[in-house]
């Protein structure tokens, strides 16, 4: 009887297992398909280190179960005690040489892929892109070499090396920019530019904060768009433009306010319309640059335009009915 509800508790755990490692797709053990080269080497290691953990785990549950089933109680008094076994140097030569030679074979492995991962591949300056990721409570800011700004959505050109120099401010808290696609995970920490890179193929990726950074933290995602070129150099010179300072005004509100507000009601901070200070300008500037309670400063280091770009975006909703 015992036996029967055991078994059916362990089928069971497997059969959840298995669906939800299918559900998730893209093998469900495994990460997201690599689409730079610094990410496809992070998969040859998660690879290479998942043979050697899978035989082991194998090895040790065969043996346990093994044990179990072999050496169990029985009809044996409850006291009864085993051989009392000691020093045995052939076993203890084998479990000290056998972890030292799977551990060196995964070193060299690490080492060897790591220049890859780490190292931008040369390129000149007319085939890369410098672009600066700044992480805040709760969104990602991106500056591009000619001064445009975009917020949460980062436009970058395919086939070419993008240098990310990701930056933490000393006002805000600790974030970690991750696009599991293009490359692994980098801090956003104040007094350090830490560089990472990708190469990639025209495509969207998404991006993720990875550092539990505050209440809406899982809303901290980014969508990178690579796309040819030209496209690219139009976008951020379209940007700079005040035809691109409106978009950046609905990027703002959407990417920044939206992450805690609505409109018509109450979410994490109150609800925003009809409120007479989205069409102050002094008002808002000095809420925004501040904080105020739970409020993080979330402009502390715009600029005016920045600030400007918001606010006619936003006076349209100052006298818009809240209903
Ligand atoms: Cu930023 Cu989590």
């Known amino acids: 009887m015992r036996r029967t509800v055991f078994a059916s508790v362990f089928a069971s755990v497997v059969a959840l297992t298995a669906v939800t490692s ?9 990460p997201p398909t690599p689409h730079s080269p610094n990410a496809h080497r992070i998969q040859h290691d998660f690879i290479f280190v998942s043979i050697f953990c899978g035989i082991i785990f194998l090895i040790v549950e065969g043996v346990l179960v093994a044990f179990i089933v072999k050496y169990r109680r029985g009809k044996r008094p409850r006291t ?14 084998l479990w000290t040489v056998a972890p030292v030679f799977l551990l060196a ?3 060299v492995f690490i080492f060897w892929e790591l ?6 591949p040369k390129a000149s300056a007319a085939d890369s892109t410098t672009i600066q990721i700044e992480g805040h409570q709760y969104y990602w800011l991106f500056r591009y ?11 970058a050109p395919a086939n070419q090396v993008v240098h990310e120099e990701v930056i933490g401010l000393d006002f805000d808290v600790n974030h970690s920019w991750w696009i599991p696609e293009l490359g692994g995970k980098y801090d956003a920490i104040p007094g350090k530019i830490n560089k990472t890179w990708f190469k990639a193929p025209v495509g969207t990726y998404v991006a ?14 980014a969508e990178v768009d690579v796309v040819p070129r030209a496209e690219y150099d139009k976008f951020i010179s379209t ?19 939206e992450k805690c507000h609505r409109l018509d009601h109450v979410y994490v901070g109150p609800a925003l319309g009809g409120n007479s200070l989205l069409a102050n300008r002094k008002g808002i ?39």
């Open 80 to 93: 009864a005690e085993g051989p009392q076994i000691h020093g045995s140097t052939r076993l203890e030569v």
């Open 145 to 155: 070499p000619n001064g445009a700004i975009s917020i949460d959505r980062m436009i």
């Open 285 to 323: 500037e000095s809420l925004l640059r501040n904080g105020e309670g739970q409020m993080p400063a979330v402009a502390k280091n715009w600029t005016s335009a920045q600030i400007d770009a918001l606010i006619s975006y936003t006076k349209q909703f100052a006298t818009a009915s809240t209903g």
């Open 208 to 221: 993720r904060c990875s550092e539990l950074c505050g209440l809406q933290h899982a809303l901290m995602t």
């Open 239 to 257: 940007r700079a433009t005040s035809t691109g300072a409106a978009a950046l005004g609905k990027e703002e509100f959407t990417g920044v306010c």
């Open 105 to 107: 074979a995964i070193g």
């Open 115 to 120: 220049p890859g991962i780490a190292n931008a």
């Open 22 to 30: 299918a559900y998730a797709g893209g093998g469900g053990f495994l």
